[in-house]
């Protein structure tokens, strides 16, 4: 349980876990938010497919939305190549209806390999919209548009950047608190894997998001990135955004880092870390 961060801290929060983001149009002002439909408290972040193809379009259309549903229809959509592109901010619809046990399991984390399987539809479910971050992920949806890597992969850091933002000295987010759309809603299916490959099962998405939580921000298998501790700083950053995705004050960054900064420097995040 929690206040929704704002847009400038999930971008933030994005851009520190290592995603390349694309900012569409004002997006940080793009809601579906009103008072008699409103955003928050939040729980969780719910992936979905899109069952389009082609980036352009599908962002488009999580944008814009479509006859009869208006968007934003989440707040990130995530392309082939693992690019996050951000469409909405505030309440987005993208979760619809869903079951109340689900939502209750979620925000305690309490459940396991999966959530109790959900009985409630659209129709006649607790508001997802309202409690859910949501990331759109371009995919036809019918079983055999393959997921590359990258893209899973660019899954699998956005929910932990999500969770790791939502994680204080007072609380945490884990991978429970990930969740697919099929498990929210009965009758959904995404997001769905191809034939014979378990590459966007929940369970499995929600171990590789356990995994990265317990390193650093940015963090690369095989020490092929920064040593723990530490930020490699990319074009357009600024320090606070650094400073507020890694739970300093700008005065603590700059005093661990007190030389002049420039892109593709690493810095310290910590006490520990490594050093430029």
Known sequence: MAPPLTPTRILAALEAEGLTVVEVGQWRTHTRTAESRPWGEVHGVMLHHTVTQGTAATVRICRDGYAGLPGPLCHGVIDKAGRVHMVGSGRTNHAGGGDPRVLAQVRAESYGVRPSASTRTNANGVDGNRHFYGFE??????????????????????????????????????????VGHLEWQKGKVDPRPAPGGSDVAMPELRARVAERLEHPAGWNPGGSGPAGGAYVVKRGDGLYRIATAHGLTLAQLIDLNPQLIHPGDELRISEHGGTR
């Open 137 to 178: 992920c371009e995919n036809l949806g019918d079983g055999r548009d393959p997921w590359p890597e990258a893209q899973v992969e660019a899954m699998v850091r956005a929910s932990t950047a999500i969770c790791r933002a939502h994680t204080t000295s007072e609380t945490a987010w884990g991978a429970k608190s990930v």
